[in-house]
């Protein structure tokens, strides 16, 4: 787990922001026809103009999360074996003072035949 320490400044006096670490791109991958999470071998891909990150680990089964900390317009990728890739192109990422305002998605991945 990693944790990031900040302090944001608004006005005459410090503004405390929390020691927690947001990612800002959380995607929970499941199959289209069950339902069931499939996150394990799943490896997403996040790219916003010259930066790229590639997840390949899931903490939970469930999703992958990326972006940590860093706001930006993002198009993902998603690839598992056996089953067809997914996308998404222009996920926005904000950030307020101290965090970035995590996005959430569901992929629902389609069985390759």
């Given amino acids: ?7 944001c400044y608004e006005g005459s ?8 670490f947001v990612y800002g791109i959380t995607v929970e991958v499941l199959d289209a026809d069950s339902g069931r ?3 394990d071998e799943a490896t997403l891909t996040l ?3 010259p930066y ?3 997840v390949t680990s899931s903490w ?7 972006a940590g900390e860093r706001a930006g317009t993002y198009d993902l990728a998603i690839e598992r074996p056996g089953y067809r890739s997914w996308s ?5 990422v904000n950030a307020d003072e101290c965090h970035v ?11 390759l035949p």
């Fill in 1 to 7: 787990m990693v944790f990031l320490t900040t302090a």
């Fill in 13 to 20: 006096g410090p503004l405390a922001c929390t020691d927690v």
């Fill in 37 to 39: 999470p499939v996150a």
């Fill in 47 to 49: 790219q916003d103009g």
């Fill in 52 to 54: 790229v990150e590639t």
């Fill in 60 to 66: 939970d089964g469930r999703s992958l999360s990326g």
């Fill in 88 to 92: 998404r192109s222009g996920i926005v």
């Fill in 101 to 111: 305002r995590g996005v959430s998605l569901d992929a629902r991945l389609e069985p």
